[in-house]
């Protein structure tokens, strides 16, 4: 057991420590990112019972992020928008908070190859979560994320570190996302 913890405060980079974490660490306690989820589209993509996404081929990592009820008209509002236009091998996010937490915590990413591992570091934590990346069917350089945290049953964070390495391990973007105090 103290094996265990020791290996999880440890702070791990890279493909291969991504890939040792899976097979040591239980699914809830992963570094890197999750399998990729291929839409179509407009296809609405389920985050939780509050959310969905959709991503745009209009404009430059276009997405939205609404609630069922309002995807539709969220997708035609955004078919008008240019989209996030981030810079090369960077990533964007954004936040909901309820009640003094992180509820959610989305964003894009845009890659020149392949998709980034993204990891969720809940403050006070020396190891993350892995965020779910999306992107369009036969579309490449770019997608989006998304990380639930009531998925991994993760209550009254207000801060986070997002970290996004390449697929050889490099971390290309790093900071904090926070609801303020």
């Known amino acids: 057991m103290t094996g265990m913890l020791t290996f999880r405060r440890a702070v791990l980079t890279g493909a291969a420590a991504a890939a040792a974490m899976v097979v040591l660490l239980p699914q809830g306690a992963q570094a890197g990112g999750m ?16 959310f969905v996404m959709g991503l745009l081929p209009e404009g430059n990592q276009n997405y939205v992020v609404s609630s069922p009820e309002q995807f539709d008209e969220s997708v035609e509002a ?9 810079r090369p091998n960077s990533i964007s996010a954004g936040m909901y908070g309820e009640d003094g937490e992180i509820v959610l915590i989305e964003g894009a990413w845009r ?31 770019w997608g989006t994320f998304y990380f ?34």
């Open 35 to 50: 399998d990729l989820i291929e839409a179509r589209p407009y296809e609405r993509v389920e985050i939780n019972d509050s």
């Open 78 to 86: 955004a078919k008008q928008y240019p989209g996030s236009n981030i």
């Open 111 to 141: 890659l020149d190859e392949g998709v980034p591992f993204i990891s969720v570091t809940p403050e006070g934590q020396d190891w993350g979560y892995g965020a779910h990346p999306v992107a369009l069917e036969n579309e490449d350089g």
């Open 148 to 181: 639930d945290p009531a998925h991994w049953e993760i209550e009254g964070v207000d801060t986070y570190t997002i970290t996004a390495t390449d697929g050889s391990g490099e971390v290309f973007s790093e900071f904090e996302v926070s609801l303020g105090r």
